[in-house]
């Protein structure tokens, strides 16, 4: 017998976005998602800025391609929710999936190295098998730096990866455990520092630790 798939209520839903703070940092997302605490600055606002240029929630029809901006999305197996900035239905040949839908994430900056964007996309795409009972084989990261299109293909390690992502954001929420602060060079980028305090922070833990280490070794 198969065993039980554990679905999320709506109350338990968390924002798809939050998969990108967790991967870029955990502190991070556990101060935005626990702590509910958010600071705007350049990157963020010019986010906002650009996905507010494509979330109209509205549609357009051109020839073989549909499209849908602003698609409000959902997985209750996952747990996530949230609001894709374009989906595209490519027209198919085949009669038993007459549109594949191809979803497109748009960024600000430029393809990372990491799989942080490309997980976020694949969330997209695994809600909308579940809410459309379809397989999506693959979408698209658009940065504004570039101004160029990353094809992603969902394959089997990338939906692997979006599926723990998200299973850990849920162990996250429910532990409401803010991890401490390390800093390191991609702090300096994060909306979030002046909150978080990596540097400051970080040294008083590295002084505290130090005593700690100097008591125990005079009592030896």
């Keep these: 017998m198969d065993q039980a798939v554990e679905m999320y209520s709506d109350e338990e839903l968390i924002p798809i976005s939050a998969l990108n703070h967790l991967l870029f940092c955990k502190r991070r997302f556990a101060l935005v998602h626990i702590e509910q605490l958010w600071q705007e600055n350049l990157f963020t606002a010019q986010g906002q800025v650009m996905h507010g240029r494509v979330d109209r929630g509205d549609q357009a029809d ?8 602003g698609l409000p999305m959902k997985s209750a197996r996952l747990g996530l929710t949230g609001q894709a ?4 239905f490519h027209q198919s040949a085949s009669s038993a999936q007459k549109w594949i839908p191809f979803p497109v994430e748009y960024k600000r900056g430029k393809p990372k190295k990491d799989l942080t964007d490309k997980v976020q ?15 999506i084989p693959a979408g698209a990261l658009f940065y504004g730096k570039t101004r160029r299109r990353l094809e ?3 394959d089997e390690h990338l939906r692997n990866k979006t599926i723990e992502a998200a299973e850990e954001l849920h162990a996250m929420i429910e532990s409401g455990i803010t991890p401490p602060p390390t800093y390191c060079k991609k702090c300096e980028s994060c909306s979030l520092v002046s909150l ?3 540097k400051t922070i970080g040294k008083r833990k590295t002084v505290s630790s130090w005593l700690k280490r100097m008591i125990r070794e005079d009592k030896n």
């Design 85 to 88: 900035d374009v989906v595209e």
């Design 152 to 154: 992603v293909d969902f």
């Design 196 to 198: 978080c305090l990596p």
């Design 121 to 135: 996309l694949c969330a997209q795409a695994l809600c909308l098998e579940e809410m459309l009972k379809l397989h």
């Design 62 to 69: 051109r020839g073989k391609v549909r499209i849908e901006y």
